[in-house]
C-alpha cells in the first residue's frame, strides 16, 4: 500500500478530481488544507472517502490576512477521527520577508495547538530553515510528531532535524535529473526517517514531469527512494508505509 502523506485535491485543482480519487483507492491519500478557504472541503473529501484523511492549518502566506476564526475554524475539526494533523504550517521568506513576526506568530499559534490536540505537525519552510528549526525546537512538545513537506534544506540541516524527532516529506523533486541535494540526503539517511508525498497538484515527478501531478505519482517516488537506498521497491513500500502509520496515526 501506498501513502501518499501530503497532497492538494480541491476543485480548483482538478476537475476530474472524483477520478484523482479512484486512482488510489487501494492506497491511502492524506491532503493537506492549501488556504484558509479549503477547510470544509477538506474535512468533507475525509468524510465521503474512506481512503482519504486530512491536515488542517493555516499556510504562511497569509499570514497578513488570515482572520481568528480562520484559526477557531481550525480549532473546531481537530477533534474529528480523520483529521491527523495540522498543516501545512511555518515559513516562507521566498516572496517577501517583511512580514516574518506574524509569519512566527501565526506558526507559534498553530504549534501550540498541536500541542494542545496531540496532533501532528506538517511544516512548510521556504527560504527560512532556520528560524523553522528555531521555532519547532523551542515550542514543539517532544511528544508531537512533525513531519517536514517537501524538505529542501542541505543534509547539515536535514541531520538537525532528524536529531529533534523530525520525519521528511520527499517527492518528486527527487526524481529530476539535476536534483543534487536531496538524493544526498536520501542517499545518506536512514529510510526510516522518510514519508513519501507528492504535494500533487506541483511537483510532478520525472517521467511525467510538465504534466499536473495526481497522488497515484507517488510510486514514481518511491521507486527513486528504492534505487539510491539500493533496496527492494516492496521494502522502500513497506517501510514508508509503516513510518506514515504511525506518524499520523493513522487508524487503518
Same mark, same amino acid.
Do not use: W
Given at each position: 500500500? &501506498?501513502?501518499?502523506? /501530503?497532497?492538494?485535491?480541491?476543485?480548483?485543482?482538478?476537475?476530474? =478530481?472524483?477520478?484523482?480519487?479512484?486512482?488510489?483507492?487501494?492506497? @491511502?491519500?492524506?491532503?493537506?488544507?492549501?488556504?484558509?478557504?479549503?477547510?470544509?472541503? *477538506?474535512?468533507?473529501?475525509?468524510? $465521503?472517502? =474512506?481512503? @482519504?484523511?486530512?491536515?488542517?492549518?493555516? /499556510?504562511?502566506?497569509?499570514?497578513?490576512?488570515?482572520?481568528?476564526?480562520?484559526?477557531?475554524?481550525?480549532?473546531?475539526?481537530?477533534?474529528?477521527? =480523520?483529521?491527523?494533523?495540522?498543516?501545512?504550517?511555518?515559513?516562507?521568506?521566498?516572496?517577501?520577508?517583511?512580514?516574518?513576526?506574524?509569519?512566527?506568530?501565526? +506558526?507559534?499559534?498553530?504549534? #501550540? &495547538?498541536? #500541542?494542545?490536540?496531540?496532533?501532528?505537525? *506538517?511544516?512548510?519552510?521556504?527560504?527560512?530553515?532556520?528560524?523553522?528549526?528555531?521555532?519547532?525546537?523551542?515550542?514543539?512538545? %517532544?511528544? @508531537?510528531?512533525?513531519?517536514? /513537506?517537501?524538505?529542501?534544506?542541505?543534509?547539515?540541516?536535514?541531520?538537525? +532535524?532528524? =536529531?529533534?524527532? *523530525?520525519?521528511?516529506?520527499?517527492?518528486?523533486?527527487?526524481?529530476? %535529473?539535476?536534483?543534487?541535494? &536531496?538524493?544526498?540526503?536520501?542517499?545518506?539517511?536512514?529510510?526510516? #526517517?522518510? *514519508?513519501?508525498?507528492?504535494?500533487?497538484?506541483?511537483?510532478?515527478?520525472?517521467?511525467?514531469?510538465?504534466?499536473?501531478?495526481?497522488?497515484?505519482?507517488?510510486?514514481?517516488?518511491?521507486?527513486?527512494?528504492?534505487?539510491?537506498?539500493?533496496?527492494?521497491?516492496?521494502?522502500?513500500?513497506?517501510?514508508?508505509?509503516? $513510518?506514515?502509520?504511525?506518524? +499520523?496515526?493513522?487508524?487503518?
Amino acid at each position: 500500500m &501506498l501513502i501518499d502523506t /501530503h497532497c492538494h485535491i480541491s476543485d480548483e485543482d482538478y476537475e476530474n =478530481k472524483e477520478e484523482i480519487i479512484k486512482n488510489m483507492e487501494n492506497n @491511502i491519500m492524506i491532503v493537506s488544507t492549501a488556504s484558509p478557504k479549503d477547510i470544509e472541503e *477538506v474535512v468533507n473529501l475525509c468524510e $465521503t472517502h =474512506k481512503n @482519504i484523511y486530512g491536515t488542517l492549518g493555516i /499556510h504562511p502566506e497569509f499570514a497578513d490576512t488570515y482572520k481568528d476564526e480562520d484559526l477557531q475554524k481550525v480549532e473546531k475539526y481537530l477533534t474529528h477521527p =480523520k483529521i491527523v494533523g495540522i498543516g501545512e504550517i511555518g515559513l516562507d521568506y521566498h516572496y517577501t520577508k517583511e512580514n516574518k513576526e506574524k509569519q512566527k506568530e501565526l +506558526f507559534i499559534k498553530q504549534i #501550540n &495547538l498541536a #500541542n494542545k490536540y496531540q496532533k501532528t505537525i *506538517v511544516i512548510h519552510s521556504r527560504d527560512a530553515i532556520e528560524d523553522t528549526y528555531n521555532i519547532i525546537e523551542k515550542y514543539k512538545n %517532544k511528544n @508531537i510528531k512533525c513531519n517536514m /513537506h517537501c524538505f529542501s534544506g542541505s543534509l547539515e540541516m536535514a541531520e538537525r +532535524f532528524v =536529531k529533534l524527532g *523530525v520525519k521528511l516529506g520527499i517527492g518528486g523533486v527527487l526524481t529530476f %535529473k539535476n536534483e543534487k541535494k &536531496l538524493k544526498e540526503i536520501v542517499h545518506a539517511l536512514d529510510i526510516h #526517517n522518510f *514519508v513519501l508525498e507528492t504535494d500533487s497538484p506541483y511537483l510532478t515527478p520525472e517521467p511525467l514531469r510538465g504534466q499536473k501531478n495526481e497522488p497515484r505519482n507517488v510510486k514514481y517516488v518511491a521507486a527513486k527512494i528504492s534505487q539510491l537506498k539500493g533496496i527492494s521497491y516492496a521494502k522502500t513500500l513497506e517501510i514508508t508505509t509503516q $513510518t506514515a502509520i504511525r506518524q +499520523f496515526d493513522l487508524k487503518l
